[in-house]
Nanobody, 127 residues
């Protein structure tokens, strides 16, 4: 049974930074692409960033976060990170990490291609 646990969310002022972590347990996810999604109240879950399996580690970003957010993975720790800089109030949401169903795949931007999900961590950006 794979479990993903996010941490690092909180309250930050606009322009500030946060680093989210996603720790996996149950089995290694080094062969899975990993992604971060977010969901604000009343809105659909949206893609934020993804990283391909550990042997490639190519990164992908939503246009809205490109240049400000960085996704990375530490395979020895079975952990994925999301460094978020220059945060904006409209980015207030619950942030989720997820692991793709397929192995060795190019990361998908579609949430339903992801099999394992964390419980989410709240990020609140004040203006």
């Amino acid at each position: 049974q794979v479990q993903l646990v996010e941490s690092g969310g909180g309250l930050v002022q606009a322009g500030g930074s946060l680093r989210l972590s996603c720790a996996a347990s149950g089995r290694t996810l080094s062969r899975n692409a990993m992604g971060w999604f977010r969901q604000a109240p009343g809105k659909e879950r949206e893609f934020v960033a993804a990283i391909s399996w550990s042997g490639d580690s190519t990164t992908y970003y939503a246009d809205s976060v490109k240049g400000r957010f960085t996704i990375s993975r530490a395979n020895a720790r079975n952990t994925v990170y999301l460094q978020m800089n220059s945060l904006k109030p409209e980015e207030t949401a619950v942030y989720y990490c997820a692991a793709e169903k397929s192995l060795y795949s190019t990361p998908s931007r579609a949430w339903n291609d992801y099999e394992y999900w964390g419980q989410g961590t709240q990020v609140t950006v004040s203006s």
